[in-house]
Each structure stands twice: as structure tokens, then as C-alpha cells.
């Protein structure tokens, strides 16, 4: 089991900057790929970025490319999402995931343990 705790969301104006924090507890947690998915009132839950075990590999959606980096420390069992220049479509709740043995970086199926989620809110 990987217990997953979000942190860091808020509320910011447009063009400001968020960093989410993942902090992952569990066996060899450390060994996971993870991603960060989110989801706005009333849409489907999207992929945000992902990266790998070693964090050697990043993933990222087009929209958010340029804006927003994954890394992770895995001696603190950590991964974080530095999001700048967040706009008002960027508000949503944020999910971290672990990958799963089968892990594909944008396939929510793929992500065997998912946080419960820290909103972040854009003002225009």
C-alpha cells in the first residue's frame, strides 16, 4: 500500500505561481512513477504531467507545457508540481497518482493509488 497526501493548492491571481507537494508513505514508494491529474466542476479528470521512478523521464500535457514541472526527491519520498503563469482554466482539484506495473504517463487506469486531491483556483 502507498498512502498519498496533497498539499499546497489555493487560491492565486492569474499569472502567479503554485507549488503542489505529494508526499508518498508505503513500501518502496520511492520505486513509482507518479503522476498529477485534475479535474474541474464538471469535466472529466485530465492528465497533468507524470514522471518517472527515477525521475530521469517528465511527461507533460501540451497545455501546460513550458508553465508547469514535475520532479521528485525520492529521499523524501516527495514529488512536486511547480505550476507558473497559472490561468483561470488551470482551477481545478490537482490528484497525485502512483503508477501501477502497467503504468502508461497519461492513462488514469494505469495509476494504482491516487491522493485525495488539493484545489487550486485561478482569479481572472
Known amino acids: 500500500q502507498v498512502q498519498l497526501v496533497e498539499s499546497g493548492g489555493g487560491l492565486v491571481q492569474a499569472g502567479g505561481s503554485l507549488r503542489l507537494s505529494c508526499a508518498a508513505s508505503?513500501?518502496?514508494?520511492?520505486?513509482?512513477?507518479m503522476g498529477w491529474f485534475r479535474q474541474a466542476p464538471g469535466k472529466e479528470r485530465e492528465f497533468v504531467g507524470a514522471v518517472s521512478w527515477s525521475g530521469g523521464s517528465t511527461y507533460y500535457l501540451d497545455s501546460v507545457k513550458g508553465r508547469f514541472t514535475i520532479s521528485r526527491d525520492n529521499a523524501k519520498n516527495t514529488v512536486y508540481l511547480q505550476m507558473n503563469s497559472l490561468k483561470p482554466e488551470d482551477t481545478a482539484v490537482y490528484y497525485c497518482?502512483?503508477?501501477?506495473?502497467?503504468?502508461?504517463?497519461?492513462?488514469?487506469?494505469?495509476?494504482?493509488?491516487w491522493g485525495q486531491g488539493t484545489q487550486v483556483t485561478v482569479s481572472s
Open positions: 508505503g513500501r518502496t514508494s520511492s520505486s513509482y512513477a
Open positions: 497518482a502512483a503508477g501501477g506495473s502497467s503504468w502508461y504517463p497519461g492513462v488514469a487506469t494505469s495509476y494504482d493509488y
